[in-house]
């Protein structure tokens, strides 16, 4: 079973409207943390915002917010007033457990915003 | 600037002949990864190591192999054993805490023919 499910391979959004990137996961364990990156057409992989599985507020960072859902297991990326620099593939990703453990990652969610 | 550095960002080789793939990096990360990535496919772990010396194997390690002699390096060798060699390959590290994020190199786009 995937541990990680992004189940919208693309997604169309205007400029300067909101849009929501959706992942649902799936673990047993009690700590987990989620994370989202971004990756532009050049191939680098940005970092945008984490969210661990005890923090009872949704994370934020700038235009980014993450919806996360516990009981549903649900960790949506909500992007607000999209800009034409937000076309590129987003990945969600969890890591279970401490320390070093691995990352996994989703199959990516291209987003294009038109002018 | 602390980073990871991949070298070279563009690589090509010939069936049958194997091919390392450097990763450097100056942020004194412990851990350090190797993801594949396809088309379609997300990032797939080959192999990661904690600690010098020693590594373990991903969920698709089979046809490469690492090295970790080094804090500041892993190289990955991707082998004529590997049936599809062509992808694009990311070296990530990462400090010790739970909730940090992976750090990642540019990036290196294997091309076998």
């Known amino acids: 079973a995937q541990k990680i499910t992004q189940t919208q391979p693309g997604m169309f959004v205007q400029e300067k409207e909101a849009v929501t990137l959706d992942c649902t996961y799936d673990?047993?364990?009690?700590?987990?943390?989620l994370f989202w990156y971004k990756q532009p057409s050049s191939g680098e992989m940005i970092f945008l915002i984490y969210q661990g599985s005890y923090d009872e507020q949704n994370a934020t960072e700038g235009r980014y917010s993450l919806n996360f859902q516990k009981a549903r297991k649900s960790a949506n990326l909500v992007i607000s007033a999209s800009q034409l620099g937000d076309s590129a593939m987003y990945f969600c990703a969890m890591r279970e457990g401490h320390g070093y453990s691995t990352l996994t990652f989703g199959k990516g969610t291209m987003l294009l915003v038109s002018p | 600037d602390g980073g990871i550095t991949q070298s070279p960002k563009y690589l090509f080789r010939k069936e049958g002949q194997n091919v390392t793939l450097s990763c450097e990096q100056n942020l004194n990360h412990d851990a350090m990864y190797w993801y594949r990535q396809d088309p379609g496919q997300g990032l797939r772990l080959i192999y990661y190591?904690?600690?010098?010396?020693?590594?373990q194997k991903g969920d698709i390690a089979e046809g490469y192999s690492v090295s970790r002699e080094k804090k500041e390096s892993f190289p990955l060798t991707v082998t004529s054993a590997q049936k599809n060699p062509t992808a694009f390959y990311l070296c990530a590290s990462v400090d010790s805490y739970r909730d940090s994020p992976l750090h990642f190199g540019n990036g290196t786009r294997l091309t076998v023919t």
């Open positions: 673990t047993s364990d009690q700590s987990y943390g």
């Open positions: 190591s904690q600690i010098v010396n020693d590594f």
